[in-house]
Nanobody, 126 residues
Framework: QVHLVESGGGLVQAGGSLRLSCAAS????????MGWFRQAPGKEREFVAD????????RYADSVKGRFTISRDNAKNTVYLQMNSLKPEDTAVYYC???????????????????WGQGTQVTVSS
């Protein structure tokens, strides 16, 4: 079992930055594929970014490419999402996800992803 706890959300003005963290416990972090999703009110959960277990490979949704950066520190059992140039449309609850078998972005059915955090709210004001 893996327990994921997100932090770092909050209220920020458009153009500002936030860094989200997701701390994992319960299993060897370095073998986990990690990723971030978000869900805005009235919308479906959408993929934001993922990272390989080693951290050498990252992928992003087109909507955040060039503005967001996912990274991980396997020594600290933590994955990060650095969010720059934030826009009001980035407002959502952001969720951390982890999987033992596959890269997060490779899932078409998100319910099959092994582990989820509880989410952290990000609000971007215009």
């Amino acid at each position: 079992q893996v327990h994921l706890v997100e932090s770092g959300g909050g209220l920020v003005q458009a153009g500002g930055s936030l860094r989200l963290s997701c701390a994992a416990s319960g299993r060897t972090f370095s073998i986990l594929y990690m990723g971030w999703f978000r869900q805005a009110p009235g919308k479906e959960r959408e993929f934001v970014a993922d990272i390989s277990s080693s951290g050498r490979s990252t992928r992003y949704a087109d909507s955040v490419k060039g503005r967001f950066t996912i990274s991980r520190d396997n020594a600290k059992n933590t994955v990060y999402l650095q969010m720059n140039s934030l826009k009001p449309e980035d407002t959502a609850v952001y969720y951390c996800a982890a999987d033992l078998a596959r890269r997060i972005k490779d899932y078409s059915d998100y319910s099959r992803i092994d582990y989820w955090g509880q989410g952290t709210q990000v609000t971007v004001s215009s």
